[in-house]
C-alpha cells in the first residue's frame, strides 16, 4: 500500500464526508479498535468519578470531549503537526469500570493499561477523575520504568489520605511515589494554588525533590521559558503529562468538581503542552471535566482541543 493511501485511511472522518453533527462520536471521528495492537497512539475513556470528593459528574467527561472533539481538524496549523500522516492512532472506547466500588476500578484499569501499554502503544486517557493517574502509572512503569511527571493541575494530589482514604483524586500522586513509580527529580508541578488543608501542603512536594510553580508564578508571563526549563529536567525520561482541567482559570474552564480562581490560561495550557515536543512521552491524561457544571460544553471543548494537543507532541509525529 502506497504511503499517500495509508494516509487517506489514516485520517479522522471529515467534515465533508459527514456532517460534523452526524456519524459516532469517537474521538476526533477516529476509527474505534477493540484492542491496541497495531497502533502507535490510542484515545482512551476513563469513565471515573466515585473517588470525587466535592462535585461529582466527571464519570461523563469522555462521553462529552468525544461530543465536542467533532470539531477538530486532523492537521495542527500553529505547529504544523500532522500526527496522522505518521501515527496510527484509533479510539478504543472505555475502560469498564466499577461504580460501586473504587479498589476495583483501580484494579480494572490497571490491566486495561497493561494490555494497551504491553502493545507497545502510547495512551492518551480522557478522564474521569484523577484518581486514574495512579492504575495508568502503574501500568506504564513495568514498560518504562521509572517515569518523569508534567502535571497540570490547581492541587498537588499528594494528600496521604482523605476521609481516611488512601484511595481518591486527591491522592494519585502520593501513591505513586510511595511506590517508587516516579523520578521525583525530574517531576514538575505546574499550576498549584488555592487554600489548603495545612500550610505545608506543597511543601511536601518540594521535599520529595519535585519542582513545584505555583500558579502565582505564571501569572501574565509566556511559559515557554519555563517549558524550556522543563525539558532540560527531563532530558530522556520517559514522561508521562497528567493534565487536571482545573489547572486552568474557571474562567477558561468552568466544567470541574474543585474549580480554583487565579488559574492558567488556555494559553498558558498550550505552551505547555507544545512545549513538551521532542520528549519521549509514553501517555498523557486530561482529567476532571465534569459536564454537568459545563452547561455551554466549553469545558469539554477545551478538553478535547488540549487531547489533540497531546497527540501532536507524541514521539514520531511529523511536522510539515
Not at 456532517?19 to 497495531?38: D, K, S, V
Not at 471515573?48 to 470531549?65: C, E, H, K, M, V
Not at 511559559?223 to 514522561?239: I, K, Q, S, Y
Request: aromatic residues 6%.
Amino acid at each position: 500500500m502506497s504511503s499517500e493511501r495509508q494516509r487517506e485511511l489514516n485520517q479522522p472522518l471529515g467534515g465533508n464526508a459527514m456532517p460534523r453533527f452526524g456519524g459516532i462520536a469517537t474521538m476526533m471521528r477516529l476509527p474505534q479498535a477493540q484492542t491496541a495492537a497495531g497502533l502507535d497512539v490510542c484515545f482512551v475513556g476513563v469513565p471515573l468519578d466515585i473517588g470525587t470528593s466535592n462535585r461529582s459528574g466527571a464519570r461523563f467527561g469522555p462521553r462529552q470531549i468525544r461530543c465536542e472533539s467533532v470539531l477538530l481538524r486532523p492537521y495542527n496549523l500553529a505547529t504544523r503537526a500532522a500526527p496522522f500522516d505518521s501515527l496510527q492512532v484509533a479510539d478504543l472506547g472505555d475502560v469498564a469500570t466499577n461504580p460501586y466500588d473504587l479498589k476495583d476500578s483501580v484494579r480494572m484499569i490497571e490491566e486495561a493499561y497493561d494490555e494497551i501499554v504491553g502493545a507497545g502503544c502510547r495512551p492518551i486517557t480522557l478522564g474521569g477523575d484523577h484518581t486514574i493517574a495512579w492504575p495508568i502509572l502503574r501500568a506504564l512503569k513495568k514498560r518504562h520504568g521509572p517515569l518523569a511527571v508534567v502535571h497540570v493541575d490547581a492541587h498537588a494530589d499528594v494528600n496521604d489520605t482523605m476521609n481516611g482514604e488512601k484511595i481518591a483524586h486527591g491522592t494519585p500522586f502520593r501513591r505513586a511515589i510511595e511506590e517508587g513509580l516516579l523520578q521525583c527529580d525530574r517531576m514538575t508541578q505546574i499550576g498549584l494554588r488555592g487554600t489548603g488543608y495545612h500550610a505545608d501542603d506543597f511543601d511536601w512536594c518540594r521535599r520529595q525533590g519535585i519542582t513545584v510553580v505555583q500558579a502565582e508564578a505564571c501569572w501574565i508571563r509566556s511559559l515557554v521559558p519555563l517549558m524550556a526549563e522543563v525539558r532540560a529536567r527531563v532530558g530522556d525520561a520517559p514522561v508521562y503529562l497528567s493534565f487536571d482541567i482545573d489547572g486552568l482559570d474557571p474562567a477558561f474552564a468552568p466544567g470541574t468538581g474543585t474549580p480554583e480562581i487565579g488559574g492558567l490560561s488556555v494559553y498558558q495550557g498550550l505552551e505547555i503542552i507544545r512545549g513538551m515536543r521532542g520528549l519521549n512521552v509514553v501517555g498523557a491524561d486530561l482529567v476532571e471535566v465534569s459536564p454537568p457544571y459545563d452547561t455551554t460544553g466549553t469545558t469539554a471543548l477545551v478538553g478535547a482541543n488540549l487531547a489533540y494537543e497531546m497527540l501532536c507532541v507524541m514521539p514520531g509525529v511529523q511536522f510539515r
